[in-house]
């Protein structure tokens, strides 16, 4: 059996974007999240928490925006700063962000809050260092790909098995249960469209802040 270092980890994560299936779901993903972000307004920087290799830090780059990206993994990190983008990059935890409030337009968590402790925590820090609002991007718990990746998780390690799976109603849920005292305008798509909307194995959340009284 082949082992593999953190490292190593961190680069086949990166390749998987790269080629066939991982491609594919990456495309439909940014389409999605493009589609979202078009409904929060205009917005100049914007923090990726939890960026991993940089993979969507460099994309929202690409869309015209500041982007920082921010992971507790050195090794996801020395991956983003080898593929050399103008990006920003730093370690830190996203329950406990190391910035003043509102330093941000938007701060997007993408494929993150799954492997977060303490979710609720790290949208509220989010919330206090966003000025416009948030993108959000989880993988569905209703899909079959959820579901393959809960069965593998049973029969051997992966990064799956403590990860914990979103419905659109969870999401939302957590977004009001978390922010109760912020005025927000929710909008979300899956990846299926709309024939199976609720099945889509990648689902996307914009929360558009409301002014300040």
């Not at 439909?28 to 920087?45: S, Y």
């Not at 921010?70 to 996203?94: E, N, P, W």
């Amino acid at each position: 059996m082949q082992s593999w270092n953190e490292e190593q980890w961190a680069w086949r994560y990166e390749a998987w974007y790269e080629q066939g299936p991982g491609y594919q779901a990456a495309s439909r993903e940014k389409a999605l999240l493009q589609r979202l972000l078009a409904k929060l307004g205009p917005v100049k920087t914007v923090l990726e928490v939890g960026c991993g290799t940089g993979y969507f830090t460099r994309w929202l780059a690409a869309q015209g925006l500041q982007a920082v990206g921010l992971d507790l993994s050195a090794a996801m990190l020395a991956v983003a700063q080898a593929k050399g983008a103008t990006v920003g990059y730093l370690r830190g935890d996203a329950t406990a962000l190391p910035f003043d409030d509102e330093t941000f337009d938007l701060v997007a968590f993408i494929t993150t809050l799954e492997f977060i402790a303490s979710p609720m925590t790290a949208l509220r820090e989010a919330a206090r260092v966003a000025k416009r609002g948030l993108l959000l991007g989880v993988l569905n718990r209703f899909s079959w790909t959820a579901f393959r990746r809960c069965v593998r998780g049973l029969f051997r390690a992966t990064i799956y098995r403590q990860a914990r799976f979103y419905s659109v109603r969870d999401l939302i849920r957590l977004v009001h249960q978390a922010l109760p005292r912020r005025r927000f305008t929710l909008a979300w798509d899956t990846t299926a469209g709309s024939v199976h909307l609720l099945w889509g194995e990648f689902i996307g959340l914009s929360v558009r802040f409301e002014e300040r009284e």
